[in-house]
C-alpha cells in the first residue's frame, strides 16, 4: 500500500506542499493563473506549527481504514477507492453536513466550493491522494514539492523500515560506542532549531 | 483570530499587556496575531538558503542534504547565504546612510540661509567637527564653515574617495587591520552600490569574499552613513545633556491633545516640538477643550527628542500599535523606518490622524504631508494644527491610558559622559582598571514579537549591571530599560558595588542613554576613544555588545559594523544563516581571528549575560588586569 509518508523532524515549515497542493487542485493547474481563479482553489495539507518555535507538521487526510468520516457520512459521498486505496468525497453527493470533520481524528477537512465548480456550492473538501497523479505513475504533488524529504511517497512499510533501521543503527551504536548512523537533522539544522526550543523555552518561562 | 498566547508571556510589561487585552476584547490584530498566522515560518528563508535574485530560479538548497545542494547556477549554500546577508546589510546600511544624507541636506541648505525652523544650535560641535575635517575655522561665521563642511560630508557619500572623512577616529591598529583585509570603507553609497553587484548572479562567488564586503558595507554606516546623522543632528538640533524625562503609554494625557512623533529622523519632528508651542495652536487646543499640546517620542523619533529636549516616551517598536488602542491619541506623525504599515489599520478603529511626512514613505490610509524644510515651520503648524482638530472627534468615553509614566534619564552623548567624567575619560579608565567596574556593554536593537517584549533588554542589563557592568543603550533598548526603572541614578542600587559606587560618585544611573539607533556610532566613538588614550585596539577593551530582539536589516548592518571595528556582539534572535556551516563558522569563530571580534547567539538573556561577562573578563586578563572566574 503506497502513501505519503511524514518525517516530522525534517519539516521546516516552507509550506510548498501547501502552494503545490492548491495548484494541482486548481482549475487551470498553472501556479500563476491558479491565482486568479474563482472560486479560488484551496490547499488539502495544512502545515501547522508545532509546540516550539521552528518545528512544524503536515497534517493532511491519512487515508484511514476504516475512514470514520466516510463511517459517518449520511448520503454515502466519502467512499473508498478500490484500486488506489483512497478516500475519496462524491462532491455531488455531499449535504456540507461536516459529520465527517467532527469525527476526523486530524482536523483535516475543510468546506469550500470545488475549483471546478461542479457542484458551485459549498462541500467538504479534503486529499484525494493525487489519484490522477498516481494513476499515471506520479508521485502527489505535496511530496513532489517537498525538497527535505519531510513528505516522502511509496510503499507504507519500506518507509517505517527506515526509520526503524534508523533507529536500531542509533540504539545498537549507542551500546557498542560505534560511529552512529547519520542523524536524521544535521548539526547546522539542529543549531538552527535550538533556537526556536530556547525562544519558547524564555518565553513560557 | 485564536489567542490561545497567554499575555503576559508577550511583554513584560503592564502598559502593554493592558493594551492587547483590549486589542483581543475588540477584535483589534496587533503583531501577535500576525506573527500567529505566519506559523510556521519558511525554514529556507529562516535557514537562508533561499534565493530569488534571478529568474533562473527562485531556487533553494536543502540543509538536510539528500535533496538540491546547488541553485540553478551552481551557487550553494555558502554563496546563498553569504548573498542573502550582503543584501540584508546592504538595506540596512542604505536605510541609515540615507537618513544621514537627509539630515547632510539639510545642513547644507541651512548653511545657505534657505531653511525654517532650523539653525546651528552647536557652534562648538560645529567647530570640533570642522577640525576633524580640515577644513578652516578661524576668524569665519559659522555659516561659511558649515557650508564646507556639508561640502566635504557629501564628498564621503561619492567614489572620489579611498577612505571615510570619519576614519581618523578610528585607533591606527584597526585602520591598519581594515587595510590588510581590503575592508576600509570608500563611500557611504559605494560600498551599499557593489554589494548590490557583487550579489547579482555570477559576479561574487566566493562566501569569505562576500563576508568581507559585509562588513566593509556595514562600516560604511557606522562610520559614514549614522556617524553623520548623529554629528550634523547635533550641530542642528543640540548636542544632548543629561535630561530628565518620563516613559510609557501614562505619557499620554487624558485631557490634552496628544500627538506622538514616530520613526527616526529628527528633522520634522524638531520642528514640530516649536510648532506645538505656538501660542495660536495652544490657544486653539484650548477653545477646543484641551488642557493644552502633548508630544511624546515612540522609537528613535522619540529617542532625538527624549535625548535634547526630556520629551516623554511613549514606547518602543512594539508599542506602536498599543499607543493608537490608547484612544487617546489625536495624532501619530511618521517619518520613516521601523513604522509598521498596521499602524494606519489600528488607527480606523479609533479617531486618530495618521500623518505621513517623508515623500519616500507613503502610508495608504494615512494623510500625507510633505515635508519641505524650506517652510519647517509652516509645515510644522499644519501637522500640528490637525492634531488639534482631530481632538475634536476623540471619545472620552474609548480612552484607556494604563498606567503612570516612570521616570528615567536620557542624554548622555559622549560630550555629555566626558563633561560627567571631568572632560577626560581617565576616571572610568581608572575605574575599569580597578576592576570596580569591569567592563562595559553597548545593549541596543529593535523589539521582536519572537521575544517576549523588553525580557531580553531588562533581564540581560539587570544582570550586568549586577555584575559592575556598565551599560549603554539606545533605541527600543533604551525605553525597554528606562520602563524597568533602571536608567535613573537611584537603579544604582541594583547595581553591584564597584559600578554602584561610581555611579553614585558621578550621580549618573548604570545604564546610561546614548540615544537613536544611528547613534550607537556614540558608542563607537567612545570605544575609540577609550582604545586610543590607551595605546590599544578597540578588540582589547573590555567591551561587548548585546542586541538581544533585534528585528530590522538596519540592527544586522550596526551588529556587523560593531563586529568589524572589533566588539564581540551577541544576538537574542538568530540571523538567516544556520543554513550555511561554514558561514556560522566564519561569523561565530573565525572572525575574531580576522578582526578581533565574533558573534554569537542567544536567546536566553541570562546566558547571554554569561557569555558575555566570560567574555569580559578574558579581555581583563588579556590585558593584565584583574580577572574573575565566570
Same mark, same amino acid.
Given at each position: 500500500m503506497k502513501t505519503v509518508f511524514v518525517n516530522p523532524e525534517r519539516c521546516i515549515g516552507c509550506r510548498q506542499c501547501e502552494f503545490a497542493c492548491t495548484v494541482e487542485h $486548481? +482549475?487551470?493547474?498553472d501556479p500563476v493563473a491558479a491565482l486568479f481563479e474563482e472560486p479560488p482553489p484551496r490547499s488539502r495539507i495544512h502545515v501547522a506549527p508545532g509546540a516550539s518555535q521552528l518545528s512544524s507538521f503536515p497534517v493532511k487526510c491519512r487515508h484511514c481504514n476504516p475512514a470514520p468520516c466516510q463511517q459517518v457520512c449520511p448520503t454515502g459521498a466519502i467512499f473508498r !477507492?478500490? &484500486?488506489? !486505496?483512497l478516500v475519496l468525497i462524491d462532491a455531488k453527493k455531499c449535504i456540507t453536513c461536516a459529520m465527517c470533520a467532527m469525527v476526523c481524528p486530524f482536523d483535516v477537512l475543510t468546506f469550500h466550493p470545488q475549483a471546478n465548480g461542479m457542484p458551485t456550492r459549498t462541500v467538504a473538501i479534503k486529499c484525494d491522494g493525487c489519484i490522477e497523479r498516481v494513476r499515471r505513475d506520479e508521485q502527489p504533488a505535496c511530496a513532489e514539492a517537498c525538497k527535505v524529504d519531510a513528505l516522502v511517497f511509496g510503499e507504507l512499510n519500506d518507509l517505517v523500515r527506515v526509520g526503524r533501521v534508523r533507529e536500531a543503527h542509533a540504539v545498537l551504536s549507542a551500546v557498542s560506542a560505534l560511529e552512529p548512523a547519520a542523524l536524521p537533522v544535521p548539526d547546522h539544522v539542529e543549531a538552527w532549531r535550538a533556537w526556536g526550543r530556547s525562544a519558547t523555552a524564555v518565553r513560557e518561562g | 483570530m485564536a489567542h490561545d498566547t497567554d499575555i503576559n508571556g508577550l511583554s513584560i510589561n503592564k502598559d502593554a499587556r493592558a493594551m492587547i487585552a483590549r486589542a483581543r476584547d475588540e477584535g483589534v490584530e496587533t503583531v501577535w496575531d500576525r506573527l500567529a498566522a505566519q506559523q510556521p515560518q519558511c525554514g529556507y528563508c529562516a535557514m537562508g538558503v533561499s534565493c530569488r535574485n534571478c529568474a533562473m530560479g527562485p531556487c533553494r538548497i536543502d540543509p538536510f542534504g539528500e535533496g538540491p545542494q546547488k541553485g540553478v547556477c551552481g551557487a550553494d549554500a555558502d554563496v546563498i547565504v553569504a548573498r542573502n546577508l550582503g543584501r540584508t546589510i546592504a538595506a540596512g546600511a542604505s536605510a541609515h546612510s540615507d537618513h544621514g544624507r537627509d539630515i547632510l541636506e539639510v545642513f547644507a541648505e541651512l548653511a545657505e540661509g +534657505?531653511? $525654517?525652523?532650523? &539653525?546651528? /544650535?552647536d557652534k562648538d560641535k560645529l567647530r570640533a567637527l570642522a577640525g576633524e575635517w580640515g577644513i578652516a575655522t578661524e576668524g569665519r561665521e559659522a555659516f561659511e564653515i558649515a557650508r564646507d563642511l556639508a561640502a566635504a560630508m557629501m564628498e564621503d557619500f561619492g567614489t572620489r574617495k579611498s577612505s571615510l572623512g570619519f576614519a581618523a577616529r578610528v585607533p591606527s591598529q584597526r585602520i591598519e587591520r581594515w587595510a590588510e583585509l581590503g *575592508?576600509?570603507? /570608500?563611500g557611504i553609497d559605494r560600498e551599499n552600490v557593489e554589494m548590490l553587484h557583487r550579489t547579482h548572479m555570477g559576479v561574487d562567488n566566493d562566501y569569505v569574499n562576500t563576508l568581507l564586503h559585509c562588513l566593509r558595507t556595514s562600516l560604511s554606516d557606522g562610520w559614514g552613513g549614522s556617524m553623520v546623522a548623529t554629528e550634523l543632528s547635533d550641530v542642528m538640533f543640540g548636542t544632548p545633556k543629561p535630561v530628565p524625562s518620563r516613559v510609557n503609554l501614562g505619557a499620554l494625557r487624558p485631557e490634552s491633545v496628544n500627538i506622538a512623533l514616530h520613526g527616526h529622523n529628527p528633522l520634522l519632528s524638531d520642528v514640530i516640538v516649536q510648532a506645538a508651542a505656538d501660542p495660536e495652536l495652544v490657544q486653539l487646543a484650548k477653545t477646543k477643550g484641551a488642557e493644552g499640546i502633548n508630544l511624546v517620542g515612540l522609537c528613535c523619533t522619540g529617542n532625538e527628542l527624549q535625548m535634547r529636549k526630556g520629551l516623554p516616551m511613549a514606547g518602543n517598536h512594539l508599542m506602536q500599535e498599543l499607543v493608537l488602542l490608547t484612544g487617546a491619541l489625536d495624532a501619530m506623525v511618521v517619518d520613516y523606518q521601523c513604522i509598521m504599515p498596521a499602524v494606519t489599520d489600528v488607527a480606523k478603529c479609533f479617531h486618530t490622524d495618521v500623518i505621513s511626512t517623508a515623500d519616500k514613505a507613503k502610508f495608504t490610509g494615512a494623510t500625507h504631508i510633505s515635508f519641505d524644510p524650506r517652510r519647517g515651520l509652516e509645515i510644522g503648524k499644519e501637522i500640528v494644527r490637525r492634531g488639534v482638530e482631530a481632538y475634536g472627534n476623540r471619545?472620552? !468615553? /474609548?480612552v484607556r491610558i494604563p498606567d503612570e509614566t516612570v521616570e528615567m534619564m536620557a542624554g548622555f552623548s559622549v560630550e555629555a559622559i566626558l563633561g560627567a567624567l571631568g572632560g577626560t575619560p581617565e576616571p572610568l579608565v581608572d575605574a575599569i582598571k580597578a576592576g570596580k567596574i569591569r567592563g562595559a556593554v553597548g545593549v541596543v536593537g529593535c523589539n521582536n514579537p519572537k521575544i517576549q517584549q523588553d525580557y531580553g533588554h531588562v533581564m540581560l542589563t539587570r544582570r550586568l549591571i549586577e555584575n559592575d557592568i556598565l551599560v549603554v543603550v539606545t533605541g527600543c533598548s533604551a525605553i525597554a530599560n528606562g520602563k524597568a526603572g533602571q536608567m535613573m541614578p537611584k537603579a544604582a542600587e541594583m547595581a553591584g558595588p564597584g559600578l554602584r559606587e561610581v555611579c553614585q560618585a558621578l550621580g549618573i544611573p548604570p545604564v546610561l542613554h546614548m540615544g537613536s539607533c544611528v547613534d550607537n556610532t556614540r558608542i563607537l566613538v567612545l570605544a575609540a576613544a577609550l582604545a586610543k588614550h590607551l595605546g590599544v585596539d578597540i578588540c582589547q577593551l573590555p567591551l561587548a555588545g548585546a542586541a538581544p530582539e533585534w528585528y530590522s536589516e538596519k540592527a544586522v548592518s550596526i551588529g556587523a559594523y560593531v563586529v568589524a571595528s572589533g566588539i564581540y556582539t551577541v544576538l537574542g534572535v538568530q540571523p538567516? *544563516?544556520?543554513?550555511s556551516r561554514n558561514v556560522v563558522k566564519l561569523l561565530a569563530q573565525d572572525l575574531d581571528d580576522v578582526v578581533g571580534a565574533k558573534f554569537a547567539v542567544e536567546a536566553d538573556p541570562e546566558r547571554a549575560a554569561l557569555l558575555i561577562r566570560r567574555h569580559i573578563e578574558a579581555k581583563r586578563k588579556a590585558l593584565g588586569l584583574e580577572f574573575r572566574d565566570v
Open positions: $486548481s +482549475k487551470s493547474g !477507492d478500490a &484500486e488506489q !486505496d | +534657505k531653511t $525654517s525652523g532650523y &539653525e546651528i /544650535r *575592508i576600509t570603507p /570608500r471619545n472620552p !468615553d /474609548r538567516p *544563516i544556520f543554513g
